[in-house]
């Protein structure tokens, strides 16, 4: 535990004192009461200041930290789209399916531990902006896009530009952490850094997954103009 200079002060203060104690011994005892009662404020004064540094330091170390063991690590979102045949959309609807699944799973995990900081003192410009909303609003979209694309079994001509308002999206609450966060507390950074973090990686995967699927697109549009 690293303990500030101005909460070790004190300490030497209350060594200085007892020295003081121990040397005048033998002088008037009006001095030496003095000297003992000043030794034995400082050491109190001592023990307080430490306990003050040791909650703070026990209280940040105890917050609860956003917990994303479940966060799904898809690795490159539709990556597997460039190995694939232009004939195979169904496989292709698939692999995609699959990712924006994770994805959309990774987004709901978000809300919630956005949800968690609404109300939390502290944290009331989380509930003004309403930042779990909007990632609330991300997940259910990106679920939405899912749903079509199992639906279908094809691509259709929104589900790009959809993936790109949703990466925008994360883009605009991870800005919005990261604005809350400047000039707070220590605990307020344990809270939040995960999140906002989390927010980064949501938007670049969905970007990722939609120059993907627009390259594959692409190539199929061109390969049907082919034939």
Known sequence: MRIPPIAVLPLLMALVALLMAIF??????????????LAIATVLVTFATFFQYTKKSTEAKQVPLENFSLWADVGEPAAELRRLSY?????????????LG????????????????????????????RLNKLVESTAQGISSVVDKLRSSGEFSAGVVSSLEQYASNSDRIA?????????????VHVYIDPLRRAAEKLSRDLRLASSNISNYMQGVRLKEKAT
Request: proline share 0%.
């Open 24 to 37: 005048s011994m033998g002088t008037s005892t009006y001095l030496v009461l003095i000297t003992v009662a």
């Open 175 to 187: 800005n919005k952490l990261f604005e809350f966060e400047r000039g707070k507390s220590e605990v």
């Open 102 to 129: 994770s994805l959309a799973a990774n987004a709901e995990l978000l809300s919630d531990r956005l949800s968690m900081l609404v109300g939390k003192e502290g944290f009331e410009e989380i509930r003004q902006e």
């Open 87 to 99: 004939d195979d959309v169904e496989a292709a609807v698939r692999i995609v399916s699959a990712d």
